[in-house]
């Protein structure tokens, strides 16, 4: 069953298209990832999903309910949370109070919250730092935050902004595998990422946007062989590693 | 026995193991200091300036819930003090209605401007800067109309009809039984500051302070929670404002909207103390407004406004080398207490 919904969404911003008659959808528990070079327009599309932007034309629906227009709260409150490519941990906070404001977004009871944030934090691996400020955590740490506090909304969807940009390899491979797990629960993602590993080995499907419009969509393995998609965005040497 | 014996002790190191629950037991006990000075001070001089100590920690809450929780960056916050000091005394003179009502009905006005100006700021965007400047040009605006305004004494302001004294009419001939009641206003103010800072109301507002993109993110409904931090510290602001004309027995559109007086009454506890900590207003306030009194009893003989700039220079040098306010240094050595205390466990 289709999950989100995006019909012929587009953004301009004074002369620019940023969007242009972007249109895709994502199934329940299925992984979705969006990839095109900078500035193609997936931020300014993830944007407009998760309320941050009004699309100018164009209509989202999630879960069967029309989510145009809708605050970022509302969008959350309905099941479909979003991360940041910049992540924004709330630093004076400590990590276990980061993550109790998302868990704030299902319930009023402060046990059931506090018990919910410190098992999403025991899920990450990060029990033992929950009195830490979070603004004293490291790069990955930060991230893995930024994974914490939308699950801990209780969603339906998630959309990971560049969840893995920056970090060492090793530390891409134990997001992917959260993320996979994450999957696995039943939560559907939708992927912005630019390192085509971790695309190729959690996306379902794959849409490719160049110029604010969708250029290509389909399998992984069919998608990085589009003539059009490798012009665009990965080049020979890439298509190549990947198929 | 000897659980009875051990338990105010545990009941103790529960609280000292707790960094908020440390701060509300230090608060306490700089309140119950004060409460114990009516027994040292005789002259009047000085209880005044105890009882507006303590009025001023009671009012410094209020905008550190704003301010230091929230993260608004509301200046003028003194228009909400006159609201209530205005309400009150309208009632009692005007009216007849005891000052034990009137202060909580100047409250529940200065909550209403609260939601006045939160409305207005909302519905036109405006953040941060101009947010501050709003709330400023407001309380310009509000002072031209006070002085116009002939019903609430206008440029000629307004006296406290005093009459025998009396314990509803809240007059009293001595300055103790106010600062009593200043010191119940103080204590509740800072039972409601922690409520709020453990609940999730205040989860939500320290979020909206460090990132509101990513408090919304998560489900916070930031218009929401910013107009409730307005409406509660207005309405806190309110009440003090009531108390503060009952205190003072007169009021005039001057004297309460006034930047001078807002920084000294409203924000310069909790920046001394610790801007958004729950002992900031406490800690700030016991040195703000006697060392406020020391500069111009020390001071005003001489040239005319020296007593501010020395009061200024204070204030610079306060946020200069504690940023994080008195609180915040006391914090680096409870960590270190900490700290070695739970070395010393590891060897024992």
Redesign the interface.
């Given at each position: 069953m289709t999950l989100l919904e995006a019909h012929n969404i587009t953004k301009r911003f004074g002369g620019l298209v940023a969007v242009n008659d972007l249109s895709l959808s994502v199934s329940e528990g299925e992984i979705l990832g969006m990839i095109g070079p900078n500035g193609a327009g997936k931020t300014t599309a993830f944007n407009m999903i998760?309320g941050?932007y009004q699309p100018n034309e164009g209509r989202v629906i999630f879960d069967g309910k029309d989510i145009t227009g809708l605050?970022?709260?509302q969008v959350?409150?309905l099941g479909l949370?979003?991360?940041?490519q910049v992540v924004?941990?709330?630093?004076?906070?400590s990590v276990l109070?980061n993550v109790?404001?998302?868990a704030?977004?299902r319930t009023?009871d402060?046990q059931e919250?506090q018990q919910k944030a410190r098992e999403i934090l025991d899920f990450l691996g990060m029990g033992n730092m929950t009195e830490q400020l979070a603004g004293g955590l490291s790069v990955a740490g930060r991230k893995r935050l930024e994974i914490a506090?939308?699950l801990?909304?209780g969603p339906k969807m998630i959309l990971l902004d560049e969840a893995m940009a920056g970090l060492r390899p090793i530390e891409t491979d134990e997001i992917i595998e959260l993320v996979r797990q994450i999957s696995q629960q039943g939560v559907a993602l939708l992927l912005v990422e630019h390192v085509m590993k971790v695309i190729m080995s959690l996306a379902d499907r794959i849409v490719v946007i160049h110029h604010g419009e969708k250029i290509a969509e389909g399998e992984p393995q069919a998608v990085v062989q589009d003539k059009a998609v490798i012009d665009a965005y990965l080049g020979e040497e890439v298509a190549n590693v990947a198929g | 026995m000897e659980t009875l014996k051990a338990s105010p002790r545990n009941w103790l190191q529960n609280i000292l193991a707790d960094w908020d629950k440390t701060q509300v037991l230090v608060s306490f006990v700089i309140l119950g200091l004060i409460a114990l000075t009516p027994l040292f001070i005789k002259s009047p001089y000085y209880m005044g300036i105890v009882i507006l100590t303590t009025l001023y920690i009671f009012t410094g809450i209020s905008w550190n819930i704003v301010a230091g929780f929230s993260g608004q960056l509301l200046i003028a916050h003194i228009s909400f003090l006159a609201f209530g000091a205005y309400t009150t005394i309208v009632l009692y003179n005007t009216y007849g209605v005891t000052p034990w009502v009137g202060i909580f009905i100047g409250g529940i006005v200065a909550g209403l401007l609260g939601v006045v100006v939160a409305f207005i700021t909302l519905r036109y965007g405006l953040k941060m800067d101009y947010f501050a400047l709003f709330t400023i040009a407001l309380m310009v605006a509000l002072k031209t109309l006070f002085l116009k305004w002939k019903f609430v004494g206008g440029a000629i302001g307004m006296g406290l009809s005093l009459s025998e004294p009396g314990f509803g009419k809240m007059i009293f001939d001595s300055k103790v039984p106010y600062l009593y009641i200043a010191l119940g206003l103080t204590a509740l103010g800072i039972i409601a500051q922690y409520a709020i800072y453990?609940?999730?109301m205040g989860?939500?507002f320290?979020?909206i302070?460090?990132?509101e993109?990513?408090?919304?993110?998560?489900?916070?409904?930031?218009s929401l929670y910013n107009t409730l931090a307005l409406v509660i510290g207005a309405a806190m602001a309110g009440v003090g404002g009531g108390f503060y004309v009952m205190y003072v027995t007169f009021v005039e559109p001057p004297q309460v909207f006034d930047l001078g007086l807002n920084v000294e009454i409203l924000m310069a506890a909790p920046i001394i103390g610790g801007l958004?900590s729950l002992a900031g207003p406490v800690l700030g306030g016991i040195l703000n407004k006697p060392l406020a009194e020391l500069i111009r009893g020390l001071l005003a003989g001489g040239r005319s406004g020296s007593t501010l700039i020395v009061y200024g220079s204070f204030l610079i040098l306060a946020i200069l080398f504690m940023p994080r306010g008195v609180t915040g240094v006391l914090h680096g050595f409870y960590l270190k207490w900490q700290r070695r205390k739970t070395g010393n466990k590891q060897e024992g």
């Open positions: 998760s941050y605050r970022p709260d959350c409150k949370a979003r991360t940041f924004k941990p709330f630093p004076q906070l109070d109790l404001v998302g704030y977004n009023n402060k919250a506090k939308v801990a909304t | 453990q609940s999730k989860k939500y320290m979020a302070r460090e990132d993109a990513a408090a919304a993110a998560l489900g916070v409904n930031t958004g």
